[in-house]
């Protein structure tokens, strides 16, 4: 992977699979200078090219991108995008806050869960922030992550079960059937970890639908979504062959 710092200020950093422009066919990673100050203007971004979280931020779109491959900025699957890539970045420094020294010396973004944030503020599906609504993922994973606690090897349980999520998912996923490929994969893990039943994804299923992810679906933690098997089908079958 190319990574690009560009000189300007004005830019935000961003992740491209392909740039005929630079005529080259490898995944980009974009980084803008910013400006260099401890005090920069509201809505002025600082510091970027020194800041870890933009790319650990922009690398993650590029692993997730393997998977989901939104087609609109309005989206779902644009917003799972964003929210994922923020969880990865949360994982891997250990913190809940994102570019804390790009935006004025504050945060650009905190996996911060608050009351009234939730997936049903996709309805309708369009006319809405990608980046802010991507919180209801990151917020949610990470208040998750906390409750289930270390698995091995500095890892958490939940990060492994992300981890193999994504690649469940279709590339317009929609926050159901995250939802439902993350109740999958706890099972999945539950019983690999010889754990007791439920003791993982019970806390995964009430956390969801709390947020609203499953919506008017009744959805349990023994059987799961109701439409899991169509919606993972082409996955499973993939996987057999």
């Not at 690009?4 to 974009?30: A, H, M, Q």
């Not at 910013?34 to 800041?51: Q, R």
């Not at 309708?124 to 208040?143: A, N």
Request: net charge negative.
């Amino acid at each position: 992977m190319d990574v690009f710092v560009r000189v300007d200020k004005s830019d935000g950093p961003s992740y491209s699979p392909r740039s005929s422009s630079l005529e080259t066919e490898n995944p980009l990673i974009y980084v803008s200078t910013g400006i260099e100050t401890e005090n920069s203007p509201p809505g002025v971004l600082a510091y970027l090219t020194k800041d870890s979280d933009v790319y650990l931020h922009e690398f993650s779109h590029h692993i997730i991108y393997r998977s989901v491959v939104p087609k609109r900025s309005s989206s779902q699957p644009r917003a799972m995008q964003e929210g994922l890539a923020d969880y990865f970045t949360y994982a891997i420094t250990g913190n809940n806050k994102l570019g804390e020294s790009t935006f004025g010396g504050t945060p650009l973004r905190e996996g911060n869960l608050t009351v009234g944030l939730s997936a049903d503020l996709f309805s309708p599906d369009e006319g809405f922030d990608p980046y802010y609504l991507g919180t209801v993922l990151s917020s949610t994973l990470w208040k998750l992550r906390a409750e289930l606690g270390e698995w091995k090897n500095g890892y958490n349980k939940l990060d492994k079960i992300v981890w193999d999520s994504v690649d469940l998912l279709p590339e317009l996923a929609t926050y159901y059937q995250l939802g439902c490929a993350l109740l999958k994969q706890s099972k999945l893990f539950e019983t690999s970890e010889k754990l007791s039943a439920g003791s993982v994804s019970s806390l995964i299923l009430k956390e969801l639908a709390d947020r609203n992810f499953f919506a008017n679906q009744t959805v349990d933690s023994t059987t799961g979504c109701p439409a899991v098997s169509s919606v993972l089908q082409d996955i499973d079958n993939r996987e057999s062959q």
